[in-house]
């Protein structure tokens, strides 16, 4: 099932406004390992012409995420603008992160894969439950070093020195 096709064939050329809303069948058709039960509005820009379509994508919503730390579900905001582009060409290929080659007798657009890309890479790394969120702000503010190779304050450098590394200070 598509959710977001637009057919292109019969487009005129200029500006076309579309929108979309997804929910949880749309998250159901992809892989749930990032997110659930997605409440999106997507609205698309298209500018055709002769050689190219620009798509802009405006993606605004919630997901829903499976809190790192307590295992908790909680709702997740989503406010992504990502700009697209179809060019035509003898193949359909992809030619970039941003732009797909298609060609000439293409008759829609899906963009099902696009927004559920962008919202997984939206989203962030280490998924806290916002209670934990004064936790993290903390921790980020102090920069709390895990490892260092170096000496910390208050430690004094051992005197003894590695005789292998008195030779390579005497190369010049």
Not at 119 to 140: G, I, M, W, Y
Request: hydrophobic residues 35%; charged residues 30%; negative net charge.
């Amino acid at each position: 099932m598509k959710f977001t096709e637009i057919k292109i064939s019969g487009l005129r050329e200029g500006t076309h406004l579309l929108k979309f809303s997804l929910d949880h069948q749309f998250s159901e058709s992809f892989s749930t390992d990032f997110f659930t039960c997605p409440k999106l509005e997507i609205e698309v820009s298209l500018q055709t012409s002769d050689t190219i379509i620009r798509a802009e994508l405006a993606i605004k919503g919630n997901v829903v995420l499976v809190c790192d730390r307590s295992l908790e579900e909680f709702t997740y905001p989503v406010l992504e603008n990502v700009t697209h582009f179809f060019k035509y060409g003898e193949e359909e290929k992809e030619l970039s992160d941003e732009i797909d080659m298609i060609s000439q007798e293409r008759i829609s657009l899906d963009f099902d894969q696009l927004v559920y890309d962008i919202v997984a890479l939206s989203l962030p790394q280490k998924k806290l439950h916002p209670r934990f969120s004064d936790d993290t702000a903390e921790n980020d503010e102090e920069g709390i070093m895990v490892y260092s190779s170096g000496n910390s304050e208050g430690e004094t450098e051992n005197d003894e020195n590695d005789p292998r590394w008195d030779i390579l200070k005497n190369l010049n």
